[in-house]
């Protein structure tokens, strides 16, 4: 078992992982599995863990471990004591905590953005965001695996558990749904046309509103966990900014520093900070109380660090927004994510570095690994775009640098980019 993990015992056993927050939090995030990768097993998988490590507020990690790729939190040969059970876990952490229903934020992406949609609609939370849910659950598990598909559904899979199935989700998108639901998907996301429309459909003929971010970085199903932690920290910031009626800050860069607006100090405890930190997470650079709404500072030390706007309320930190990350050297960049796309005819990787200018004293690094294994050794460059010719089949990784003279380097390494130029696969 991972550490401190516990399980809950109702009408079924349900292992857990639960990280106490601040204790003036009045919030508690639920979040849901995905199907973890192959070399994984449920035991050993808390997704987004590390993401949330800056959010101080009740986090319950659930796992789905019934069947051989879970079972949605949801049942095993059409019996739901596995989902009963699930939602007793999160009533009794509300009750022991004090938690309003409205203030249950459920997160997930893929198959646990399906249990975060689910969940929060069906009984009544105040938040969901999801990332890329499946909401015809039926025919999909049946298309990715007959044994799960036989545990969830009986080992004839008669059509009309299908059927069930296929409308379980769609079913509590109704005119009682009062759940706040914000949802990262893509139209290159092969999932979009069978998941995505027909939820879209029934919101519209329910008048249930969705937030729906299109992000078209996403390619593929595979890369919506990248995408979605961002999203995903973004939007609990956005939810705590509007249950506080404040505006969400803006952290704009620019040559000179950082200028801060929106932030100024109310009689309501709430209080913005800005820090830039080094890789120790050591402050270089801390704002004390911002007294406006329009707040700048600059500084001219050579300096690289993350960026970090921090929420506290009555003295209690609730948030560490990482803002992104940033050098200073008389001239200035930020860095702010990359792209990777694969181009599966031509058997190419093409990666481009995202940043808000290129100075001309910024320099780049790449290497590329193949199964762990260095396949394309370091390398500098002038450009903060690259393309790899690819070999053959496997998890792919590209660690790159970002360098400005005298003032240190950001490192970094993409997410396992899975090529295989034999078949598709889906990623549940």
């Not at 989902?83 to 203030?103: C, F, H, P, W």
């Not at 109704?174 to 879209?200: A, E, G, W």
């Not at 390619?219 to 009626?245: G, S």
Request: with cysteine.
């Amino acid at each position: 078992m991972t550490e401190n993990e516990k399980t809950y015992h109702g009408k079924r056993d349900i292992n857990y992982l639960f990280l106490e927050g601040a204790k003036n939090s009045p919030y508690l995030i639920v979040i849901f599995q995905a199907i973890p990768p192959a070399k994984n097993n449920f035991e050993k998988v808390y997704g987004y863990k590390k993401t949330l490590n800056k959010i101080n507020f009740h986090r319950l990690y659930i796992q789905d471990t019934y069947g051989l790729l879970g079972c949605y939190y949801m049942c095993e040969n059409m019996d739901f004591s596995i989902e009963e059970s699930t939602a007793m876990l999160i009533d009794d952490v509300m009750k022991q905590y004090g938690i309003k229903r409205e203030n249950v934020i459920t997160c997930g992406s893929s198959k646990g953005g399906t249990g975060a949609l689910y969940f929060a609609a069906k009984y009544g939370l105040g938040h969901a965001i999801c990332g890329a849910p499946q909401t015809r659950v039926g025919s999909f598990i049946c298309s990715v695996n007959d044994e799960t598909a036989r545990f969830m559904m009986g080992d004839t899979l008669p059509e009309e558990n299908i059927e069930y199935l296929n409308r379980i989700v769609l079913r509590h998108i109704d005119s009682d749904c009062r759940s706040d639901i914000r949802i990262l998907s893509s139209t290159y996301d092969k999932q979009f046309n069978k998941h995505m429309v027909p939820l879209i459909a029934r919101a519209k003929e329910c008048n249930v509103p969705l937030d729906i971010t299109l992000d078209e970085r996403v390619k593929c199903h595979h890369d919506i966990a990248q995408y979605f932690q961002a999203f995903m920290i973004n939007n609990i910031f956005d939810i705590v900014c509007k249950d506080l009626k404040r505006e969400k800050p803006m952290l704009n860069f620019d040559r000179n520093g950082l200028t801060l607006e929106g932030a100024g100090v109310r009689d309501d405890g709430v209080k913005f900070t800005v820090r830039i930190v080094d890789d120790n997470d050591v402050n270089l650079l801390y704002t004390e109380d911002v007294e406006d709404d329009y707040y700048e500072y600059i500084t001219r030390e050579l300096m690289s660090g993350l960026v970090y706007l921090d929420l506290s309320v009555d003295g209690e930190t609730w948030i560490n927004y990482r803002a992104g990350d940033v050098i200073f050297d008389q001239g200035y960049f930020k860095y702010h994510g990359y792209d990777v796309e694969v181009n599966q005819e031509q058997k190419t990787l093409r990666i481009k570095i995202n940043v808000d200018e290129v100075h001309s004293k910024v320099r780049y690094a790449y290497n590329l690994s193949l199964n762990r294994e260095k396949v394309v050794p370091s390398f500098a460059s002038d450009s903060n775009e690259h393309t790899f010719d690819l070999t053959q089949s496997g998890t792919y990784r590209v660690t790159f640098s970002i360098r400005m003279k005298d003032a240190g380097k950001i490192l970094k390494r993409t997410n396992a980019i899975n090529v295989n130029f034999d078949e598709s696969t889906n990623n549940g």
